[in-house]
C-alpha cells in the first residue's frame, strides 16, 4: 500500500486506539466466537445445536454469544415449544450479516493456501449457481486490487 503525502512519514501519525482491524480482531477474539458466527451463517440457531456443531463447552458457546449479543452482532429472540420452558435462539442483526465479506474471504484464503485448492465446500449464488468470491476492486467492472494498488489516505472526519 502506498501513503498520501501527508501520511507518509509513520513516526509522525498512529491510528493507535482508532484502528478498526483492532477493535473488530478483540470484538471476535475467540476462536468460539468465529464458529458461532459461522453457524449463525449456516443457520443454527439454538443453543444447544451452536454446542454440537462446534464441538466445543458449553460455558465457551455462552461466553461467545453474550459478547456478541453485547456488540449488537447477535440478537437473542424468545421461542417456546409448546408444554417446555421459555427459551431463546440467537439470529444474525445487520451488523451480523455485514460480517459475511470477511468470513468468505478468510474461507477463500483457506481453501486456496491450507486445502491446497480442494475446498471441502463451495459458496455459490442461489439464482445463477455461480461460484462466489470476494475481491477488492473499485466497482463490478473493475478487476482485483493488490495491496500495491491500494493508496492509504487520511479521511477528513478523522485525525491519525
Keep these: 500500500m502506498e501513503f498520501e503525502e501527508r501520511l507518509q512519514d509513520r513516526q509522525q501519525w498512529s491510528i ?30 439454538r443453543f444447544e445445536d451452536f454446542v454440537e456443531r462446534i464441538g466445543t463447552s458449553a460455558p465457551a458457546v455462552s461466553r461467545a454469544l453474550k459478547q456478541l449479543e453485547t456488540a449488537r452482532i447477535v440478537a437473542r429472540i424468545p421461542y417456546q415449544v409448546p408444554g417446555r420452558r421459555a427459551r431463546h435462539e440467537y439470529r444474525l442483526t445487520e451488523a451480523g450479516e455485514d460480517l459475511l465479506p470477511i468470513f468468505m474471504a478468510l474461507v477463500q484464503w483457506g481453501d486456496k493456501y491450507l486445502h491446497d485448492g480442494a475446498a471441502p465446500l463451495s459458496f455459490v449464488d442461489a ?34
Design 16 to 45: 493507535g486506539d482508532a484502528c478498526s482491524m483492532s477493535k473488530v480482531l478483540e470484538l471476535l477474539s475467540t476462536k468460539t466466537a468465529f464458529q458461532v458466527i459461522r453457524e449463525l451463517f449456516f443457520g443454527t440457531t
Design 127 to 160: 439464482d445463477t449457481g455461480r461460484t462466489l468470491g470476494v475481491c477488492v476492486t473499485a466497482d463490478t467492472d473493475s478487476p482485483t486490487k493488490r495491496s500495491a494498488d491500494i493508496r492509504v489516505q487520511r479521511n477528513a472526519a478523522r485525525r491519525p
